[in-house]
């Protein structure tokens, strides 16, 4: 069976409309809540097969200290919250075999949690990056204080409220007759040929959007654009717009700032590179929107 896209699941009930300022207060003092615990970068899990990530309130009496905190939600009545500790922290639990420190794009790739949970890790490293970031005012510069369970951060100065953001991407997959476009950066691992991506500019159409990055990469002209599905991708805290689009160019002429290749691929290259019998190119990893959007094309 395919693995689901990774971090799309996610079963907190948010309570936004309703979110109670006092709710962390209230979730911290409750002992049937669950604590996603992230030591820097890195989110803390209970070892099993599979193991999870959502650990016992009283896990915190092992941190001499700890940094933000949100309140996440609720799942089947039971609190959620989130915890940054600081990096170091992970040193408290490496010699404990009933715990693991693993980053979050390894626990989605290794299936180490529940599919489930890894909207919920997802949120959380989000969430607690943000707060991590934002620890002074854009308007004035004065140091901010968590709000509205951790969901907003306040200016002590001027009184200016932040909220926390989400950086639009679109990804697409171009094709043109039984052929799609590919690109390889650098940095992907060994073989992997990619759709191409680019952030959403301000006042842009998520089509021109799609438009503007594939000819500014690869030189390609696209007419149509549709919509295909979406993916939370939390390094720190980006959405992924899955799209597909039609080429009405052919010739590349690929950016050598932003790409190592591009090229066309045929819908037999593309199905080997899936299932990983392909000499030569390799597909991204089945958590990624980039191989649900190969596979839907190669079914369809």
């Known amino acids: 069976m395919t693995r689901p896209i990774g971090y ?4 907190l009930v948010r309570h936004s409309a309703e979110r109670d300022p006092e709710a962390l207060t209230k979730a911290v003092n409750d002992p049937k809540s669950a604590l996603v615990l992230l030591a820097g970068d890195m989110p803390i899990l209970r070892s099993g097969e599979p193991g999870t990530g959502l650990l016992p309130l009283s896990t915190l009496s092992r941190l001499p200290a700890h940094k ?11 609190p959620v919250i989130a915890t940054l500790a600081a990096p170091d922290a992970v040193e408290l639990f490496q010699n404990d075999p009933d715990y693991t420190a693993v980053d979050l794009r390894s626990i989605a790739v290794r299936g180490l949690v529940p599919a489930e949970e890894l909207g919920i890790l997802a949120m959380a490293k989000t969430m607690l990056d943000w707060h991590n970031r934002h620890r002074f005012c854009a308007n004035c510069g004065a140091p901010t204080v968590a709000a509205q369970a ?3 951060r306040d200016c002590t100065a001027c009184g200016a409220q932040h909220f926390p953001r989400t950086d639009p991407v679109v990804i697409m997959l171009i094709t043109r007759g039984d052929t799609c476009l590919m690109g390889r950066q650098p940095r992907f691992a060994d073989k992997v040929y990619s759709c191409l991506a680019g952030f959403l500019e301000p006042g842009e159409t998520i089509e021109n959007a799609v438009r503007r990055e594939v000819f500014e990469e690869a030189g390609i002209r ?11 991708w939390p390094f720190p805290s980006n959405i992924m717009i899955g799209c597909v689009g039609e080429a009405i160019s052919e010739e590349i002429n690929f950016d050598r700032e932003e790409l190592e290749d591009a090229r066309w691929f045929t819908k037999d290259d593309v199905r080997r590179m899936l299932d990983g019998t392909h000499e030569d190119f390799a597909a991204p990893s089945p958590i990624a929107i980039a191989n649900h959007l190969l596979r839907e094309w190669v079914k369809g």
């Open 8 to 11: 799309i699941t996610n079963p």
């Open 68 to 78: 933000e905190q949100v309140f996440l939600g609720t799942l089947q009545d039971r």
């Open 150 to 152: 951790g969901f907003r």
């Open 222 to 232: 696209v007419g149509a654009v549709r919509y295909m599905t979406s993916q939370p």
